[in-house]
């Protein structure tokens, strides 16, 4: 009889990576169980939470974190990151409409480079951190500003005409 390796389970790539479709990738089985372990034995006590009301599929994830409060961050770092989000359609109009689309690839260098800040930001000032063990909404509201560079960079990067890599090493 054949043994099912459903039991080993499906989910976040480890490092997190973006497929050229703009979601998380995923891993699965022996690959989710190598990362799985990787992750717990290179993690200090203490540093990374379990979110238990994250869902693991796709388009229930993107249902939890589409209304997310992001009213409730309040950083300047992260309003601007959030400010730079909004930016993204009319950029992208004004892109076409002048025919410079290297408009596009500046915006996304920026993108990239203020959400790169304001992670490292998070190291130094736990209130900054994505994800908040004693705040469910903060988590919410941090998470789909995530979701939202995921989605941008992808979207800009497929505009571009350019596959983003599955992951980097």
């Known amino acids: 009889a054949t043994m099912t390796r459903d039991f080993l389970g499906i989910g976040w790539k480890f490092p997190l990576q973006v497929t050229p479709a703009g979601r998380i990738a995923q891993s699965r089985y022996e690959q989710r169980i190598e990362e ?29 974190l589409g209304n997310a409060p992001v009213e409730r961050l309040t950083d300047p770092a992260e309003l601007e990151l959030l400010k730079r989000l909004a930016l993204y359609p009319r950029m992208v109009e004004a892109a076409a409409v002048a025919h410079e689309p290297h408009r596009i690839a500046f915006y996304l260098y920026d993108l990239a480079s203020e959400f790169h800040a304001l992670w490292t930001k998070g190291r130094d000032l736990p209130y900054l951190r994505f ?39």
């Open 36 to 64: 799985s372990t990787y992750l717990i034995l290179s993690t200090s006590k203490g540093e990374r939470v379990m979110l238990p009301d994250l869902p693991e599929d796709d388009a229930a994830r993107a249902a939890w």
């Open 131 to 169: 994800i908040m063990t004693n705040d469910v909404e903060i988590t919410r509201a941090g998470l789909g500003m995530v979701q939202g560079v995921v989605s941008v960079l992808a979207s800009g990067l497929a505009v571009l005409g350019v596959q983003a890599p599955t992951e980097m090493r």
